[in-house]
């Protein structure tokens, strides 16, 4: 939950304070200082800033989240469930920039991943049945509706899927 700046600026410490236990030769220490540098490396190529990117983003402050998403340079290295937020997030900020083929591209791979739960992989599924109906493939959008209404679903995300049932069964009269 840092962001990528402080876990530099904490290696870098750590590196000065490795060279110091070294000259030192407190060569335990040395190795727990090894240990910390490497859990931070770790946790830069496996957990990103994707938390504190969620974290702004329910705050409504999108711009905040893309600058903390994109200091993920590689998101294929992020874990399952990071992996699935990062995407899914993206997804969100690319719709409100009315980018409907590249948010349709993040939702199509956070569908792939864990979420927190099935009511956010439920939004995922929504959000693609909406971008297919956008894009007139109601078949697409009803098989996109059978999958979220197979998860368990808060009311909300209940009515989402019958407004746009309902907007599908008015694309088939016509």
């Keep these: 939950m840092i962001t990528n700046r402080f876990r530099f600026i904490l290696i870098a410490l750590a590196a000065v304070l ?3 236990t070294i000259t030192k030769q407190e060569y335990q220490a040395s190795a727990l200082v090894i240990l910390g540098i490497l859990l931070l490396i770790i946790s830069y190529l496996r957990d990103g800033t994707v938390v504190l990117a969620a974290r702004s983003f329910q705050r409504n402050d999108y711009e905040k989240t893309e600058k903390l998403l994109q200091e ?11 992996r699935g937020y990062y995407e899914f997030i993206y997804g969100n900020i690319e719709l409100k920039r009315l980018n409907y083929e590249e948010a349709e591209r993040h939702f199509q791979i956070a569908s792939r991943f864990p979420l927190r739960n099935e009511n956010d992989k439920a939004y995922v599924m929504v ?13 697409r959008a009803e098989a996109y509706l059978v ?18 049932e309902k907007e599908i069964n008015k694309r088939f009269e016509q």
């Excluded at 959000?127 to 078949?139: C, F, T």
């Excluded at 808060?154 to 407004?163: A, C, F, T």
């Design 18 to 20: 490795l060279a110091w």
């Design 72 to 82: 993920i340079r590689y998101p294929e290295r992020l874990r399952a469930k990071r």
């Design 127 to 139: 959000h693609l049945a909406n971008l297919s109906l956008r894009k007139k493939q109601s078949d």
């Design 147 to 164: 999958k979220a209404r197979g998860l368990k679903t808060s009311s909300r995300v209940q009515d989402i899927i019958l407004k746009i």
